[in-house]
C-alpha cells in the first residue's frame, strides 16, 4: 500500500521545537519531491516546506524561514521537518504529500499521495 504517515506532533510551549517525520511506504522516495502542508481552524491550508529528493532543492514559506529545515533520508524513506522557535501561529495539522518530479510538481500540485496529519499545538 503506498502511503505516507506522519509522526512528531503535539503540545510544545512557545519558543520550543519539535521535529516532525514523514515515513514513505510503497513507494521510494528518491524520485519525489515531498513537503509539509499545514491548517489551523478557520484558515486555509498553507504550503509550509517541501524538497526535491532528486537534485535536494528546498522550498519554504517566508513565515517559517530560518525557523525550520527540511531534510530527508532516503535510505529511511522519511523526509523531516525541523521546527524551531516554535510561535503560537504555527499551531496546526501538518500533512505530508508526495509529488513525483522535481520541486516544481510539488509546488504546482502534482500531488499523488497524502498523510493523514499530524496535530502541533503551540502554547503562548
Known amino acids: 500500500e503506498v502511503q505516507l504517515v506522519e509522526s512528531g506532533g503535539g503540545l510544545v510551549q512557545a519558543g520550543g521545537s519539535l521535529r516532525l517525520s514523514c515515513a514513505a511506504s510503497g513507494f521510494t522516495i528518491d524520485d519525489y519531491a515531498i513537503g509539509w502542508f499545514r491548517q489551523a481552524p478557520g484558515k486555509e491550508r498553507e504550503g509550509v516546506s517541501a524538497?526535491?529528493?532528486?537534485?535536494?532543492?528546498?522550498y519554504y514559506v517566508a513565515s517559517v524561514k530560518g525557523r525550520f529545515t527540511i531534510s530527508s533520508d532516503n535510505a529511511k524513506n522519511t523526509v523531516y521537518l525541523q521546527m524551531n522557535s516554535l510561535k503560537s501561529e504555527d499551531t496546526a495539522v501538518y500533512y505530508c504529500a508526495a509529488a513525483k518530479g522535481p520541486l516544481s510538481s510539488w509546488l504546482y500540485g502534482n500531488f499523488e499521495v497524502w498523510g493523514q496529519g499530524t496535530l502541533v499545538t503551540v502554547s503562548s
Open positions: 524538497i526535491s529528493n532528486s537534485d535536494g532543492s528546498t
